[in-house]
Nanobody, 126 residues
Framework: VQLQACGGGLVQAGGSLRLSCAAS????????MGWFRQAPGKEREFVTA????????SYADSVKGRFTISRDNAKNTVYLQMNSLKPEDTAVYYC????????????????????WGQGTLVTVSS
């Protein structure tokens, strides 16, 4: 599957952005999805993930209550709604996909993912 992330940009602290990740292929609903980010000079870190059914999610503590992951399997798209953005949220955001047969699998480790998008830059100014 090929992933195309978009929606990044420059926003002031306290603002909002919505990232989208569109997937090619007709079996999108069989993939658990996740978002990761990498800030300059730092390692890639987990942000959030969702099961292929969309029923279960997981969030990093740093984004809980501010970010929301969702998916529309009919549109082959996963979203990341980011509210109350902070300068420390500045990073390149990557979406990732892992094929799975299990509806309850939430994948939080980057090495477990099979496919990655190209990344979209989010810059939050103070």
């Amino acid at each position: 599957v090929q992933l195309q992330a978009c929606g990044g940009g420059l926003v002031q602290a306290g603002g909002s952005l919505r990232l989208s990740c569109a997937a090619s292929g007709r079996t999108f609903s069989s993939y658990a999805m996740g978002w990761f980010r990498q800030a300059p000079g730092k390692e890639r870190e987990f942000v959030t993930a969702i099961t292929w059914s969309g029923v279960s999610t997981s969030y990093a503590d740093s984004v809980k209550g501010r970010f929301t992951i969702s998916r529309d399997n009919a549109k082959n798209t996963v979203y990341l709604q980011m509210n109350s953005l902070k300068p420390e949220d500045t990073a390149v955001y990557y979406c990732a996909a892992k094929k799975t047969c299990y509806t309850t699998v939430v994948v939080t480790k980057s090495y477990d993912y099979d496919y990655w998008g190209q990344g979209t830059l989010v810059t939050v100014s103070s």
